[in-house]
Structures are given as structure tokens and as C-alpha cells.
């Protein structure tokens, strides 16, 4: 018997039964799907964690199906033939079935797989999906749009990279879905270290930012605004200790050279620390306890090891105290700084509570020039336009930071880098964690962490002696508009 003619049969049951033909679809399916995303893989951006799945999982399992049912459809219908049930078509009937099939299972391929599972895989991993799509994310999305992460998408954040980090995800998405159909949400949601679902920074922060980086003592120049007719402003100064893992510092103490943190919180949003654990490289440990713990309550808490997110808890979606919002925006000159009492008003409007945000949106400019209007009705009439401008950059304030149908106002979700709008550092650092001895106490000397050259001065020698006090200025106060 030659080779030629044992092939024959072969083919003809093959395309004589559905079930080898089957097998052929999800073969030619998965080898198209991996033709989709090898121009990723090539390039490297292999971040979408929809797709790392659909690699990593789903087409070698399509082809693997496919790949056993060929050879099962054959054998079955061999012994059906055998049986004398079936009469297998010619050799050229079965290649031409076979080629037609072929055509069409690549045509439909071609056209599902360039569109809808692309583009959808795509659009699911877009922050259009994450905050727009989901209306309980809206605060989120808002204020992440004005961080400077703007650039780093949803998911790269809030999803570990693999297959594993995916599978995580979708199954809290499932749960939030759950939620959000049957509108029993949580407001306001917690936020991610309360609910503890955040995914780990050693897979989220670090694929960017290198822990053991040296950062170096980095300046930072903030200016406020007193609250008289004058809006007087004030800078202060900060040279903040970052260090990194060799040099030491805020960095260094916390997270380099093997050094590791556990602390223990007594309340879900992680704002009281009575215990914490410190362990330096070789291995040494010291407790510290706050004196107002009770160790029986202590025990019972749960713990947690201390990572980036723990001080950088709002790197992309933080929201503002509205003292600070008003300062940062005067600062910028996106809001006016020799409008008499502006500061002042401009903190009482944001203040105040609204209905919505379309109730913020119409209340807050109306107020602010009625104020000016009978208070200062020469100034206003010179210039109405930079009233009214200034009313709806604080209602675009108020909205960016509040979302009342959400419960979400000033302050609800506090930024832990720092210590002055919420315990942030001193959760731990407020001089009143020791070790049982007391030898140790976890520092609370202003000067580990910054030295502050100036603090609220109206003219800082120290930024003459920089050479950058001009940059201080605000952006109209030369102008002279008054
Ligand atoms: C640079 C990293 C990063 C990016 C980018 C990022 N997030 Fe987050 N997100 C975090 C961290 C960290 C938390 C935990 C905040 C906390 O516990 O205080 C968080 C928490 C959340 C929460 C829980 C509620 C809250 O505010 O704490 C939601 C919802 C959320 N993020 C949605 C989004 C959406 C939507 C996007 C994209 C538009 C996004 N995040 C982009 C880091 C990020
Ligand atoms: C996909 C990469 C990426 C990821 C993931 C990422 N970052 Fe960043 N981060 C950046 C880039 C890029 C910048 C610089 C932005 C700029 O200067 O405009 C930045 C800036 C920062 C800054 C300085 C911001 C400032 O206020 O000037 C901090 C702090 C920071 N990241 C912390 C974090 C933390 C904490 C996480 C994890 C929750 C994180 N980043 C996740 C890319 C990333
Ligand atoms: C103990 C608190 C703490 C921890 C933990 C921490 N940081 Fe920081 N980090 C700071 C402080 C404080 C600054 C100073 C910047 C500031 O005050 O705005 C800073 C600054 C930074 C900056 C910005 C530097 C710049 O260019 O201005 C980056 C980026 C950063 N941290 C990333 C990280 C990453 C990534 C991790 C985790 C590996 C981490 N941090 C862990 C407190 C911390
Ligand atoms: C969970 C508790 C905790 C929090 C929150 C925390 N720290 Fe620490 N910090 C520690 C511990 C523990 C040590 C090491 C104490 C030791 O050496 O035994 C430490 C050490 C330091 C040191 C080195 C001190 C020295 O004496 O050399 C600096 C600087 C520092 N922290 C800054 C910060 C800053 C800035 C923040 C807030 C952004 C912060 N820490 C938040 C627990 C904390
Ligand atoms: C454990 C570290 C740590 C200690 C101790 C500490 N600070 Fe700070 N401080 C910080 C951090 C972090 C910030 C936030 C920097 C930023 O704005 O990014 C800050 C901010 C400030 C600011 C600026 C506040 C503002 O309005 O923005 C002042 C003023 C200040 N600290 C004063 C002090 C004084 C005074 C002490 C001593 C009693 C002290 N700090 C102790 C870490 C510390």
C-alpha cells in the first residue's frame, strides 16, 4: 500500500465528521489569537493582564481541545466506517470541504479577532472602562486626571502583573459588579487599604519605581495664603530626608537593605498604629508599643507588613482639604490673588454643604458674586469676568474633591505623607511608641525626617539665598489689576 493512498481515508474522515472539524475551528482560533497578540509580545508590552491570561491560559488550552478532538473525530468515525455506517467522500471532495471550511473559519477569525475580542480586551483595560464606565469610581477618575499619574493607567496600579494578579482581579470585579447592580455599594466605597484588596506595591509601584533608588534630599516649596483683605502669601520650606536604601533616610529606615516593618491598626482605615515591629537587616528586632494600648486588644489586631503604599497611599487619585486646594490653585494663578478677602471667601463657599454637584456647579459662583457685587461693587464692575472665572474654577474645585451622592467630601480619604491634615508619619512617629526598656523610641525630632528653614514666612531669606524667591510670586500679583 503506498503512502498516497493510506492519506486518502485520513482526510475523508476527517472532513466527514464534526467533530475533527470542530477541533480544526478552535485550532485555527487559537493559532489566530496568538498571531493578535504576538505583535505585543514583541514590542514588550505584555502589562495588560487581559492578555497576559488569554497567552498564558486560554489559547494553548483552545489548542490543545483542538489538537484532541481532531484525532477522537477521527477515530470515532473510522469505527462508525468500519461498522459499515457511513460512506466517506471522495479525496477530492473531503480537501475541497476541507479548504472551504479552512476559508471560512479564517475569514470569521480574521474578522472577530481584528475587531470586537481586540478592541474589547483593549477598551477594558483603558481608564475609560475602569473610571468612566463604573459610575462609583467617578471620584477616583476625577482626581486621577489631575495627578501625575495620569499617565499610568488603572490597572497598572490595581492589577499585578500575570495571570495570577488578573484571576485576583476578576474575581473582585465580580463582587463589585455584584454590587453595583444591586446597588448595595458601600458609601462612601473604602478606600483600598481599608478594604484590603489593594494588590501589593512590591508588584504594582516597584515595576516602575526601584525601591533601593537614592532620591536624595529633595526641596519642597509650598505657599499659602493668610485669609486677610490682602491674601498675603506665605512660603514654606522643606528639605525632606528621602534617602533610599544606602544613604539611609525616610526611604532607607523604612524599606531598604532588608529592613522590615509589621505594625498592627485598630481601626479598619489604618489611622491608629499601637503596635509596631521593626527588623534591620540582620535580623534584629524591636517592638514598639504605644502607651495607650491595651495588649489584650493588641493581640487581636490584624497586621500588616509596611509597604510604599502605606506613606504614598494617594499617589494618583488624591483629593485636597480645601485650604490646601485654594492655596495650590492661588499658587498656580488659576485662582485670582488680589481679589479683597478672596482666600477667605473663597474657603467659607467650600465649606458649605450642597445638595450635588450640579447644586455646587450653579450655588457657588452665584455667592461668590453676590459677595462682590455688595461688597465690593467698584471692583466688580471693572472687572466681572475675573469674578466669574474664579467662581467656576471653586465650584471645579469643590467638584473634583466632593461627591455628594457618594458621600464622598473634604477629607474622606485621608493622605498619609505627612502629619498635618491627618497622623500620616505620626501615626507611628508622635514620640509615644517605645520599646518595653524604653531604651528605643520611634522618633518623633522634626529633623530625622526635614529641616524646615522656613515655615509660613512672608519672604524666606533662605529662598533669596536660592535665588528662586521670584518664582514665588503669583502670577498676577505684578500685573497690577487692582
Ligand atoms: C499610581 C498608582 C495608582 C493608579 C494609577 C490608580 N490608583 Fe486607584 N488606588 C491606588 C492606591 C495606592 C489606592 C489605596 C488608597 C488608600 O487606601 O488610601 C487606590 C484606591 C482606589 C480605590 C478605592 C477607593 C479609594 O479612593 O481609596 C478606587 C475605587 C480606585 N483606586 C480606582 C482607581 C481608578 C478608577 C484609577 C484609574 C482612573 C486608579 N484607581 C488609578 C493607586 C493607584
Ligand atoms: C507604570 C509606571 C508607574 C507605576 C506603576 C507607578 N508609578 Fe509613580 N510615577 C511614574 C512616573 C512616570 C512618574 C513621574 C511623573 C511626573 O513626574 O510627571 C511617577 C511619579 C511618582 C511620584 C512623584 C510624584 C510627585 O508628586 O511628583 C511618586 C511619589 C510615585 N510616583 C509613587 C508611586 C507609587 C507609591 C506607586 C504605586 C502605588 C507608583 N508610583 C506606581 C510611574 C509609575
Ligand atoms: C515611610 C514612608 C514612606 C515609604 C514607606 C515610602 N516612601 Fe517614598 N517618599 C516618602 C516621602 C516623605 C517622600 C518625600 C516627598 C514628599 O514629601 O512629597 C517620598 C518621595 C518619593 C518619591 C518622589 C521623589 C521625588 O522625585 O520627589 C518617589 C518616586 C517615592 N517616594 C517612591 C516610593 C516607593 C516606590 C516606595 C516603596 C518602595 C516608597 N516611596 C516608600 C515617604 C515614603
Ligand atoms: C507603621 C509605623 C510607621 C509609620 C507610619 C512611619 N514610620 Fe518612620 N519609622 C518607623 C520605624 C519602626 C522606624 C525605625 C525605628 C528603629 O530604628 O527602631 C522608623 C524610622 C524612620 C526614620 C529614621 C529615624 C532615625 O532615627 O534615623 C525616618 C526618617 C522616618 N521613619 C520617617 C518617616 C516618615 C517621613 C513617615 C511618614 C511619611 C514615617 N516615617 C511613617 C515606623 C513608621
Ligand atoms: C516622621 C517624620 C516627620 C517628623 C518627625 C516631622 N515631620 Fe513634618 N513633615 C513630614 C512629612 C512627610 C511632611 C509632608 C511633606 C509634603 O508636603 O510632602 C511634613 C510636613 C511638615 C510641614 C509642612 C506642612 C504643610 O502645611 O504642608 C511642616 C511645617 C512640618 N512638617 C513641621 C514639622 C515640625 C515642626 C516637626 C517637629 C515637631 C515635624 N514636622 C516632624 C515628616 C515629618
Not at 493559532?31 to 505585543?40: A, I, R
Not at 489611622?271 to 540582620?282: C, G, K, R
Not at 467638584?399 to 502629619?419: I, Q
Request: some cysteine; aromatic content about 8%; charged content about 20%.
Amino acid at each position: 500500500m503506498s503512502i498516497e493512498s493510506s492519506k486518502r481515508p485520513v482526510i475523508a474522515l476527517l472532513a466527514s465528521n464534526w467533530l475533527s472539524m470542530l477541533g480544526v475551528a478552535l485550532a485555527t482560533t487559537a493559532g489566530f489569537s496568538w498571531l493578535f497578540v504576538l505583535p505585543m509580545r514583541v514590542e514588550g508590552r505584555m502589562v495588560n493582564p487581559y492578555i497576559g491570561v488569554l497567552v498564558v491560559f486560554v489559547i494553548p488550552l483552545v489548542l490543545l481541545i483542538g489538537l484532541i478532538l481532531i484525532p477522537t473525530g477521527i477515530v470515532l468515525q473510522a469505527r462508525r466506517v468500519r461498522a459499515g455506517a457511513r460512506i466517506l467522500p471522495s479525496s477530492g471532495a473531503a480537501w475541497r470541504r476541507l479548504g472551504i471550511f479552512f476559508g471560512l473559519m479564517s475569514f470569521v477569525n480574521l474578522l472577530i479577532g481584528s475587531q470586537a475580542t481586540y478592541r474589547a480586551v483593549q477598551y477594558m483595560d483603558t481608564q475609560n472602562f475602569c473610571g468612566a464606565t463604573c459610575h462609583v469610581m467617578t471620584p477616583e477618575f476625577t482626581a486621577w486626571q489631575h495627578a501625575p499619574h495620569s499617565r499610568v493607567q488603572c490597572v497598572e496600579c490595581h492589577i499585578a502583573p500575570g495571570a495570577e494578579g488578573f484571576l485576583k482581579a476578576k474575581m473582585a470585579g465580580t463582587e463589585q459588579l455584584v454590587e453595583v447592580v444591586t446597588d448595595s455599594y458601600k458609601r462612601p466605597i473604602p478606600s483600598g487599604l481599608e478594604s484590603n484588596k489593594l494588590t501589593n506595591s512590591a508588584e504594582t509601584c516597584e515595576n516602575c519605581h526601584a525601591r533601593n533608588r537614592d532620591i536624595g534630599t529633595p526641596v519642597i516649596i509650598e505657599t499659602k495664603y493668610k485669609d486677610d483683605a490682602s491674601n498675603t502669601p506665605t512660603s514654606t520650606v522643606l528639605t525632606m530626608m528621602v534617602g533610599g536604601a544606602n544613604s539611609g533616610g525616610i526611604h532607607g529606615a523604612h524599606m531598604g537593605n532588608g529592613a522590615r516593618i509589621v505594625y498592627a491598626t485598630a481601626d479598619p482605615k489604618r489611622q491608629v498604629i499601637p503596635w509596631v515591629e521593626y527588623t534591620d537587616a540582620s535580623g534584629v528586632k524591636r517592638t514598639y508599643v504605644s502607651s495607650d494600648a491595651k495588649p489584650a486588644e493588641v493581640v487581636k489586631m490584624p497586621r500588616f507588613a509596611m509597604q510604599c503604599v502605606d506613606c504614598h497611599n494617594r499617589p494618583a487619585h488624591s483629593f485636597d482639604l480645601a485650604d490646601r486646594a485654594v492655596d495650590k490653585a492661588m499658587s498656580r494663578g488659576e485662582l485670582p490673588t488680589d481679589l479683597p478677602f478672596f482666600k477667605k471667601k473663597a474657603i467659607e463657599l467650600l465649606g458649605s454643604a450642597y445638595q450635588s454637584n450640579e447644586d455646587a456647579a450653579k450655588q457657588i459662583p452665584v455667592k461668590l458674586t453676590q459677595f462682590y457685587k455688595s461688597s465690593y461693587a467698584d471692583l466688580y464692575a471693572r472687572n466681572p469676568r475675573k469674578v466669574d472665572a474664579a467662581g467656576a474654577m471653586l465650584a471645579d474645585i469643590y467638584n473634583r474633591n466632593n461627591f455628594p451622592d457618594l458621600k464622598v467630601t473634604w477629607g474622606t480619604y485621608p493622605n498619609n505623607l505627612g502629619h498635618m491634615d491627618s497622623p500620616g508619619c505620626f501615626r507611628c512617629h508622635d514620640g509615644n511608641h517605645a520599646t518595653e526598656d524604653s531604651k528605643y523610641v520611634i522618633s518623633n525630632d522634626c529633623t530625622v525626617c526635614h529641616q524646615t528653614p522656613a515655615v509660613d514666612e512672608t519672604s524666606p531669606a533662605i529662598l533669596k539665598t536660592l535665588g528662586i524667591e521670584t518664582r514665588l510670586l503669583p502670577p498676577d500679583s505684578t500685573s497690577g489689576s487692582k
